[in-house]
C-alpha cells in the first residue's frame, strides 16, 4: 500500500436514471433505458429490440433495478435510427417529461384482475397533468397489488399494495398510510406527492421519502392505517404458476439469448434483474440463465465500471466474477467502480475501486468508511477468505 495520500477519483452525481428520449453519455458511448408498460414485453417487441441491439448497441443488455431494460455502448449518429425502431414497436413515450415522471415499479406477478393495469394507466395520466407536482427525477411509486407485497426491498418513494379495503397507499419508511378505493388511490398518491413537495422533500430538486418521513410528520389524513409488517415473500427463481422466472450474472441479458427467449413467450422485467418467461413449462438448456437460488453467480453485484463507465476508477465485473465462489452463503458481495453504488445501493459487503486500488467496506454502501484500504485483488481475495470464517459476517 502507498504510504502517501493519492488524488482522489472525483465521481459526479447524475441526479437521473437515462430514458430512450434522454440518454445519458458514458465511456463507450450512449446509455438509454427502454421503460415499458407495466414492465411486460411482448415477444415482437423483444424480438425488435434483439435485432436494433444487434445492429446499434453492445451484445450485452443489462436488466436494472427499476425494472428496466438498459442499451449501451450506442453511437451518437445511431441513436436517431435506434430511437426510431423502439418508436415503431411502441416502446417510447410522448415526450421526455412523461418518460422522466413514469417512474412506477410493478410487482412482476400482477395481473388484470387485480388492478394493476388500471392504477398504472391512471397513475401514469395523473403524473402528466399540468398540475402534477415537479418531482425529483429518481422519485418513484410502486404498485405492489398482489396477494402479497413482494417489492418492499426495491426502491420507491409512494407504495401502493392491496388491502382487505381497497388499496393501502403510503410513504415509504412510513408506519401508517391510508387505504383509499381503487378510484380514489391514485388521488391519495398525489396528495403525498404534493405534500412531499410543500413539506421541503426536494430543496435542491434532489431527494427521497424516507429521509423527509424520518424527520417531519405526515399529514393524519394520510397516515390513519397501520402499514402490515413486512411478509418476507420473494420471487423465486425457476418455474412458477405464471412461468419460468430466470436471472443472469450481473443482470447482463446477451443478445442471442434475448432473441431465443422471445419464442418462448412474452417477457415481464423484475428488479431483481431477472426475467419472468411467461406461461411456459420448459426451458432451454442455456449456461447463461440462472435458475437457482445456491448458484454462486447471485452472491454477487457489480456495475459496469471501467472502461466503460467514466466514474469508475477500475473494471469491476471480471473482479467479482472470480470473487464469488469465495462470497459466503447468504451474502452479497458488491464491487463497485465509485463511491455512488449504483449496482447496489443497500449495505452489503462492498469493495469500492479507487486509483490505488480497492476500499473494502465489511457492511456497508459504496459512500461508507472502509474498513481497508487499498487492497489489491490478492489482498482482497485473502480478506475474504478471513471474513468467511469471521462471526459477525
Not at 388492478?115 to 427525477?137: D, E, W
Not at 399494495?161 to 408506519?175: C, F, I, P, Q
Request: hydrophobic fraction near 45%; charge should be neutral; glycine fraction near 8%.
Amino acid at each position: 500500500m502507498s504510504a502517501q495520500p493519492n488524488a482522489p477519483h472525483v465521481t459526479r452525481i447524475q441526479g437521473w436514471c437515462p430514458g430512450a428520449l434522454r440518454p445519458m453519455p458514458s465511456g463507450d458511448g450512449l446509455v438509454l433505458r427502454i421503460r415499458p408498460q407495466l414492465g411486460r414485453l411482448t415477444q415482437a417487441q423483444v424480438q425488435g429490440i434483439a435485432e436494433l441491439a444487434e445492429c446499434y448497441a453492445q451484445p450485452l443488455l443489462d436488466l436494472t433495478s427499476r425494472a428496466n431494460l438498459q442499451l449501451r455502448g450506442i453511437a451518437t449518429q445511431d441513436y436517431p435510427v435506434l430511437l426510431a425502431g423502439l418508436q415503431a414497436l411502441d416502446l417510447i413515450d410522448t415526450d421526455v417529461q412523461s418518460e422522466s415522471r413514469r417512474n412506477i415499479l410493478v410487482s412482476p406477478l400482477w395481473q388484470p384482475a387485480d388492478g394493476t393495469p388500471a392504477l398504472a394507466q391512471a397513475l401514469s395520466k395523473a403524473l402528466g397533468q399540468p398540475g402534477a407536482p415537479t418531482l425529483p427525477a429518481k422519485f418513484g411509486f410502486a404498485l405492489d397489488c398482489g396477494a402479497v407485497p413482494l417489492l418492499r426491498g426495491c426502491a420507491a418513494d409512494i407504495r401502493l399494495e392491496r388491502h382487505d379495503r381497497g388499496v393501502l397507499v403510503y410513504a415509504n419508511g412510513s408506519t401508517r398510510g391510508v387505504v383509499a378505493s381503487a378510484e380514489r388511490a391514485i388521488a391519495r398518491a398525489m396528495e403525498l406527492a404534493h405534500w412531499f413537495i410543500a413539506a421541503g422533500g426536494a430543496p435542491d430538486g434532489r431527494g427521497r421519502m424516507d429521509a423527509l418521513v424520518a424527520k417531519t410528520t405526515i399529514p393524519t389524513e394520510l397516515a390513519s392505517t397501520a402499514v402490515p409488517v413486512n411478509t418476507g415473500a420473494r420471487l423465486p427463481l425457476g418455474f412458477i404458476p405464471q412461468g419460468c422466472v430466470v436471472g443472469f450474472e450481473f443482470g447482463q441479458l446477451p443478445v442471442d439469448t434475448l432473441r431465443t427467449l422471445s419464442t418462448l413467450g412474452p417477457l415481464r422485467i423484475t428488479p431483481w434483474r431477472s426475467l419472468l418467461v411467461e406461461d411456459v413449462q420448459t426451458m432451454p438448456a442455456l449456461s447463461e440463465l440462472i435458475t437457482h437460488a445456491d448458484d454462486v453467480r447471485l452472491r454477487i453485484s457489480a456495475c459496469t465500471g471501467a472502461p466503460g463507465c467514466n466514474q469508475a476508477a477500475a473494471p469491476t465485473r471480471e473482479l467479482a466474477h472470480a470473487l464469488a465462489p469465495l462470497v459466503p452463503l447468504d451474502h452479497v458481495l458488491h464491487v463497485s467502480g465509485c463511491s455512488k453504488g449504483c449496482a447496489h445501493p443497500n449495505p452489503t459487503l462492498t469493495l469500492v475501486a479507487t486509483s490505488a486500488g480497492f476500499d473494502l467496506v465489511q457492511h456497508g454502501t459504496a459512500a461508507s468508511p472502509p474498513d481497508a484500504r487499498q487492497l489489491s485483488p490478492a489482498a482482497v481475495a485473502a480478506h475474504l477468505k478471513q471474513l468467511a470464517h469471521a462471526p459477525h459476517l
